[in-house]
Nanobody
């Protein structure tokens, strides 16, 4: 399974970006996908996930109402629309994939065996 994240950049506070994660090597529609982020000097943390069965979405409290995760199975791509960005959103954002048909928790890094390389989002104040 290969994951390629893109879409990061430098944006002013209040701005928006759309992060993309292109996946290959697995049945995309049967795989729960997640986004995590790691800020400088901090541990990597859960941001959002979209469940393979039914498309339910999950968000960290810190991003609810501002970030939206979605998927396009025809393009094997998962997106993270990030709006109303704050300086504390500055981080490297990673996409991750669970095993096909897996129904474990979406919140923990160890539930995701596959990771992309990360894309940097920098929010200036």
């Amino acid at each position: 399974v290969q994951l390629q994240a893109s879409g990061g950049g430098l944006v002013q506070a209040g701005g928006s970006l759309r992060l993309s994660c292109a996946a290959s090597g697995h049945t995309f529609s049967s795989t729960t996908m997640g986004w995590f982020r790691q800020a400088p000097g901090k541990e990597r943390e859960f941001v959002a996930a979209i469940y393979w069965g039914g498309g339910s979405t999950y968000y960290a409290d810190s991003v609810k109402g501002r970030f939206t995760i979605s998927r396009d199975s025809a393009k094997n791509t998962v997106y993270l629309q990030v709006n109303s960005l704050k300086p504390e959103d500055t981080a490297v954002y990673y996409c991750a994939a669970q095993n096909e048909y897996y129904s474990g928790s979406v919140y923990y890094q160890y539930e995701y065996p596959y990771w992309g390389q990360g894309t940097l989002v920098t929010v200036s104040s």
